[in-house]
């Protein structure tokens, strides 16, 4: 029974993706399902490094991009087997992370947020211009992902992929925060000088931290690319970067459930403005600013606390 | 040599320009620590709005008026129904608003000026001058001749008049300010003014070298942060010396290491600076209080 209320909200997810394909019509609403589910996993990891740990990342994207061009070019120009290849990409996007990570570490604010913005806009022009390897600005295929014969296919298949990695990521996530390294986090994000005070060796977290949202966000840039079998150079750029920022502040920074309903809300947006003809950057520009200008906190923290009495705790 | 002459030249003019777009950021940036990422688009909207104006039959001297006084506008209400309402919000939060106004400007310029790129002739004929073997154009004085009266009218507005008096003591200390009398709502208004009419008049200058369109700004905006860091955020002298330096060294790399990497540079240059100079070069030494 204890066990059972623990891991209530890990069952409800699993009973809504369960669920979910009884009432999904056609493969466009699988399609969408599934790029909510991919942005719903990257924003947890982002919302570790921003919410949790108080630190802002303006290139994200990048990590993506590296992500999804090591799933398009190893396979495509070297023969490497698409897993392998998703690992690489991981490692790689992992080891820029950890090289750029102790300096820009100990940046704060404004400047962190420059230094992480260079980084990401970086990386997309190099994206852009090595077209030998990545197609340039027109952008590549990507191989199907598969094991021996086997080959995931469709949007269905897809589906039930991503849905079991963000479960994974929705357990990895409430655990982590739930552990002495979430609650280091969440004390630098307090206060870094109380933390430190207190022991916390905070560039260390903060380091591995970033180091591990970008380890994630390679993994779901390669997801991707194999899911849409093309990949260009937008999928690394400054917008889309600001893209994720924005689904973790409408949702709610340091807030598990806000991750969650900001990639679905932010990601249902672009097709719900589809309606407005030309509009759509006007729409979303306006619907960004008065979110936060009313709920800076974003939609979970605030709701919750408006409607829930005790709160949400995470 | 000539080579070299004519890279510095077309440095210093785009560099100008980061210069002001720098020196818009800053002047919010001291008034209210917001980093108002909507500052490329004042650029964009000087040159849009200039293009219009002259479509429209208006004469230049007028076009450029209104396509200063626009934009200052704008900032006014960007500042009096985004910003004042969040003041307290976290710095993300902030960043998000101004990125919002800066989706919504940029998106309704699109829709009314349309995608395409447009220019505007030089302010005084495009005949180039020689000067040891490089050409310089008549507009890239104008550039750097207004850029110079502009940062020494600043000079004097912020160390001689009551005014840029009441400006500095705000950021020095918002409390203290009101203490004595200063009517910090008004600074802030008029530092957002301010600030978006320096962008503006920047794409103004600029736009008759380089063309215009509805999504320039976002690359301009954000060379004119990378001047500011460069600098030192909140240093004034240190946006005009960061801004010509963030356009020199572009300028230098595109010509002599490569063109297609010209706008990786003032990026790679930024986390070089941050690496080795974490507040700037001109930045203030700061310890933290708890």
């Known amino acids: ?63 993506i991009g590296i992500g999804a061009y090591a799933s398009a070019i190893l396979p495509t120009h070297f023969g490497w087997h698409p897993l392998l ?42 994206i852009k211009n090595e077209a030998t390897y990545t197609g340039g600005p027109d952008g590549m295929a990507v191989p199907a992902l598969g094991l021996m014969n086997f080959s995931i296919n469709g949007e269905k298949q897809w589906y039930w992929v991503l849905a079991g990695l963000l479960l994974f990521s929705f357990w990895a996530a409430r655990n982590l925060i739930d552990s002495p390294f979430g609650r280091a986090l969440r004390a630098l994000h307090g206060s870094e000088v109380a933390s430190q005070v207190m022991g916390v060796d905070i560039v260390r977290y903060k380091v591995a931290i970033f180091i591990l949202s970008a380890f ?47 990639a679905v809300l932010l990601t249902a947006l672009p097709q719900a403005l589809s309606t407005f003809e030309g509009w759509e950057t006007v729409v979303f520009g306006s619907i960004l600013m008065f979110c936060m200008i009313f709920m800076p906190r974003g939609l979970v923290p605030t709701l919750a606390e408006r409607f829930g009495g005790r709160g949400e705790d995470n | 040599m000539s080579q070299f002459l004519q890279f510095l030249f077309s440095g210093i003019t785009v560099g100008a ?42 004469p230049m001297p007028l076009a450029i008026l209104l396509a200063i006084a626009i934009p200052a506008v704008v900032g006014v209400l960007l500042e009096k129904f985004t910003i004042e309402p969040a003041r307290d919000a976290d710095v993300v939060t902030l960043i998000i608003i101004t990125i919002g106004a800066s989706l919504v400007i940029r998106g309704l310029i699109q829709i009314w000026l349309g995608k395409g790129t447009h220019s505007y002739p030089a302010f005084s004929g495009s005949e180039p001058f020689l000067i040891g073997g490089a050409t310089l154009l008549p507009q890239s004085l104008w550039v750097l001749g207004i850029t110079a009266l502009v940062v020494v009218a600043l000079w004097y507005f912020f160390s001689r008049t009551l005014a840029g008096k009441a400006i500095l003591a705000t950021s020095c200390n918002p409390l203290a300010a009101q203490l004595v009398g200063i009517n910090t709502q008004w600074v802030l208004l008029v530092s957002f003014a301010l600030s978006a009419a320096l962008g503006a008049l920047g794409g103004v200058l600029l736009t008759p070298i380089t063309l215009t369109s509805y999504d320039v700004g976002i690359m301009l905006g954000l060379k004119g942060f990378v001047a500011v860091v460069v600098g030192g955020l909140g240093s004034g002298l240190g946006a005009v010396v960061g801004g010509l330096l ?39 030494k700061i310890t933290e209080r708890v």
């Not at chain 1, 779901?220 to 994720?244: C, K, R």
């Not at chain 2, 990497?261 to 080795?276: E, H, Q, R």
């Open chain 2, 17 to 58: 320009t980061y210069a002001l777009a720098a020196l818009g950021f800053t002047l919010i940036y001291n008034a209210s620590n917001v980093i108002n990422f909507a500052q490329g688009e004042f650029i964009m909207l000087g040159g849009m709005l200039v293009f219009y104006f002259l479509q429209a039959g208006l």
């Open chain 2, 246 to 284: 963030v356009g020199i060294i572009e300028a230098m790399a595109a010509g002599y290491i490569s063109s297609a990497y010209k706008d990786a540079v003032p990026f790679i240059l930024i986390l070089v600076i941050l690496f080795f100079l974490p507040r700037g070069i001109f930045g203030a």
């Open chain 1, 216 to 262: 994630f966000a390679s993994l779901m840039g390669s997801v991707t690319a194999h899911y849409i079998g093309f990949v260009t150079p937008n999928i690394a750029d400054f917008f889309h970067s600001i893209e994720l920022v924005t689904m973790v502040v409408v949702g709610g920074m340091a807030s598990i459930y806000g991750s969650l309903i900001g």
């Open chain 1, 85 to 126: 290849a998703m690992l690489a990409g991981a490692a790689g996007a992992s080891a820029v992370a950890a090289i750029v990570a102790r300096p820009i570490f100990r940046l704060k604010g404004h400047y962190l947020a420059m230094a992480t913005l260079g980084l990401g806009i970086i990386i997309a022009i190099v």
């Open chain 1, 1 to 63: 029974m204890n066990l059972l209320r623990r891991h209530k909200p890990l069952l409800v997810l699993a009973a809504v993706l369960l669920l979910l394909p009884l009432v999904l019509p056609n493969n466009f609403y699988y399609d969408i399902a599934i790029r909510m589910a991919i942005n719903a996993i990257i924003v947890l990891g982002l919302n570790l490094l921003i919410g949790f740990a108080g630190q802002i990342s303006l290139g994200h994207a990048g990590f």
